[in-house]
């Protein structure tokens, strides 16, 4: 059963750094997109970085660019996405979600929410 669990949220002070973590049960990440999605309190779901199969293209959400990093390891089936110099306004339930995708652009794949499979999500809480 294709499945994906996230790890790594929790509660740091601004300016801090967290590294989540989307382990793909039975994934190929060669042949996958994944995206990292967010949704805070009475918001709309929002990409935040998606890595499309193949070349391991990237795409970044304006919010997040430059303060975050994703990045994938195959050998683990593990999509990590590191957050730097957070800010409260980055305060979200995060998701990861997969979609097979061959042939598309990893900006495409964050322009919307309509993936196969999604994550339980991991709860991100900037505050000091």
């Known amino acids: 059963q294709l499945q994906l669990v996230e790890s790594g949220g929790g509660l740091v002070q601004p300016g801090g750094s967290l590294r989540l973590s989307c382990a793909a049960s039975k994934f190929n990440l060669d042949y996958y997109a994944i995206g990292w999605f967010r949704q805070a309190p009475g918001k709309e779901r929002e990409g935040v970085s998606c890595i499309i199969g193949g070349d391991g293209s990237t795409y970044y959400g304006d919010s997040v660019k430059g303060r975050f990093t994703i990045s994938r390891d195959n050998a683990k089936n593990t999509v990590y996405l590191q957050m730097n110099s957070l800010k409260p306004e980055d305060t979200a339930v995060y998701y990861c979600?997969?979609?097979?995708?061959?042939?598309?652009?990893?900006?495409?794949?964050?322009?919307?929410?309509?993936?196969?499979?999604w994550g339980q999500g991991t709860q991100v809480t900037v505050s000091s």
């Open positions: 979600a997969a979609e097979m995708a061959l042939v598309t652009t990893a900006q495409a794949m964050c322009s919307h929410s309509d993936y196969d499979y």
